[in-house]
């Protein structure tokens, strides 16, 4: 169905039956303009954004490919590493993990995954079976259906919190945190071992990525959400080979072998 862990990044994104749509190219073209690459290693120091995307064997290609291409897309809303390791910085740290987590999870399964049963209705079935597709009928039956809305609602599911009361109970719910918040929660366990390690290192990224520290959680996630719509919507995101080799030699090719990275 999908090209092999080989190939390079553009010729996987190729094969996306979404490329030839003018939004999502733009977006693929955005992440390609990131230096991103793939590795074979089935493990990696990951670091959204700075590391290399690793190879992701999963039951089924579609599976694997869920989880490609929310690798990929966190290359949009990379975390913040400042390069100082005071508690305000572990606090961003912290802060843009989880914003990024939360809007590539709302990127991916919700916005990818109905665009590619959309294309391609033979894979629906099979597609729908990821629990997502069935939260964002829910969530349209009970009127929430502007996407600001709907990473609201998503985030306080993974949060939760009890802002939409209306939602609690329903197994649609029920399936969907049981696919999704352990892995959340696993993600969210990782990142004060990971900061210990980082500063101890005292590792200064070749490249910083900041965030408004005012923002809020969920502010900063609808923000990284609006970042990609944004993307999308301006359709005319080229290529560009010089700044791809430029960010390709920025990123964390020399990540530190830290003992004991957890992700």
Partial sequence: MFLTENESVREYLQSSPLHDNPHWKSLFNAILNTGVRFTSASRVHWLAGYSHVPATPKSTSLKAHFFKMHDLFHQISPVEVSGKYDEDSRVQFKKSSMCGEVAVLYLTEFRYAEALAEAKPEWEEDIRERKSLPLLDLMRRKGVLAWEDQVACLDNLLYGDSFFPFLQGEPEVKDFIEDYWSMFERDR??????????????????????????????????????????????????????????????????????????G
């Fill in 189 to 262: 366990g990782f990142l004060d071992h990971n900061w210990e390690l980082l500063k101890g290192d005292k590792w200064e990224p070749k490249r910083v990525i900041s965030y408004d520290p005012t923002l809020n959680h969920l502010e900063l996630t609808k923000h990284m959400v609006k970042i990609f719509l944004y993307i999308q919507m301006v359709m005319d995101v080229r290529l560009r080979e010089d700044l791809r080799i430029q960010n390709m030699h920025m990123r964390f090719w020399d990540i530190p072998q830290f003992g004991g990275w957890l």
